[in-house]
């Protein structure tokens, strides 16, 4: 397997990756249309962090981390670094020692589509993982591969620069070009949701605010007390 460094690619602006830090997943998600979620296998190693950055991405082999040596020197602050491989891994191929040199240039966390260990010593450190496994097997240093090219994880396609924003409700991807129009889009989806609770505290139901009870009614559901319900024979 050859590959490719690639250095200096175009990223996302700071100040809308830190505009996107704001919101949670699930709204950054809705707000780009339902889409941009890694997996749900894709899971955090702590609880009740979020960290959001741009992605330096990682093509290795399984079982092999040598591409990860290779990307922490073009890792930069505020970067997240997105590893997967060629074919499914769960090998331990990110730990602690990785961590410390990250840390150390400004990286905020890692995501990976294989393994990580060490994730005690990840957590007393404070730097964020999230992985689709969680390994001690070690790997090996033998194989090329490639930095800061398009790769994809779960079929969703991730390229360099764009942005990484995750935490305890898994991983979303929004392309660089649209980091700014999404952070809108979230920002105006978190005061509707904020309308929402308001009324919601005060006793409002969702069938009401949301006009559900017409949506009832069209598919069909009716509503009977328990009597009608039992005196129809209802599950006979």
């Known amino acids: 397997?050859?590959?490719?460094?690639?250095?200096?690619?175009?990223?996302?602006?700071?100040?809308?990756?830190?505009?996107?830090?704001?919101?949670?997943?699930?709204?950054?998600?809705?707000?780009?249309?339902?889409t941009g979620l890694l997996g749900p296998e894709i899971r955090p190693i702590q609880q009740g962090v979020r960290v959001a950055g741009t992605a330096?991405?990682?093509?290795?082999?399984?079982?092999?981390?040598?591409?990860?040596?290779?990307?922490?020197?073009?890792?930069?602050?505020?970067?997240?670094?997105?590893?997967?491989?060629?074919?499914?891994?769960?090998?331990?191929?990110?730990?602690?020692?990785?961590?410390?040199?990250?840390?150390?240039?400004?990286?905020?966390?890692?995501?990976?589509?294989?393994?990580?260990?060490?994730?005690?010593?990840?957590?007393?450190?404070g730097f964020a993982a999230w992985s689709r496994a969680v390994s001690s097997q070690g790997t090996v240093k033998a194989t090329g591969g490639s930095v800061n090219v398009p790769i994809a994880i779960d079929g969703r396609l991730i390229h360099p620069g764009d942005v990484i924003l995750a935490d305890d409700d898994g991983v979303?991807?929004?392309?660089?070009?649209?980091?700014?129009?999404?952070?809108?889009?979230?920002?105006?989806?978190?005061?509707?949701?904020?309308?929402?609770?308001a009324a919601f505290l005060q006793g409002e139901l969702g069938?009401?605010?949301?006009g559900l009870r017409d949506t009832l009614k069209r598919l069909g559901v009716e509503y009977r007390t328990y009597e009608e319900y039992t005196r129809e024979g209802a599950g006979s």
Request: glycine share 8%.
């Open 1 to 34: 397997m050859s590959g490719v460094i690639v250095t200096h690619p175009p990223k996302a602006a700071a100040k809308d990756v830190e505009a996107l830090a704001a919101f949670g997943v699930a709204t950054v998600s809705e707000a780009l249309g339902r």
């Open 56 to 125: 330096v991405t990682v093509l290795s082999w399984p079982g092999d981390n040598l591409m990860i040596h290779a990307a922490v020197e073009q890792c930069g602050e505020g970067d997240i670094l997105v590893v997967t491989t060629t074919s499914p891994s769960t090998d331990g191929m990110f730990g602690e020692l990785f961590a410390t040199a990250l840390q150390r240039r400004g990286v905020r966390g890692v995501v990976t589509n294989a393994g990580i260990r060490d994730t005690q010593e990840l957590r007393d450190m």
């Open 172 to 197: 979303v991807v929004v392309p660089r070009e649209r980091a700014r129009e999404t952070a809108e889009a979230s920002e105006a989806r978190e005061a509707k949701e904020a309308k929402s609770r």
């Open 207 to 210: 069938l009401d605010r949301y």
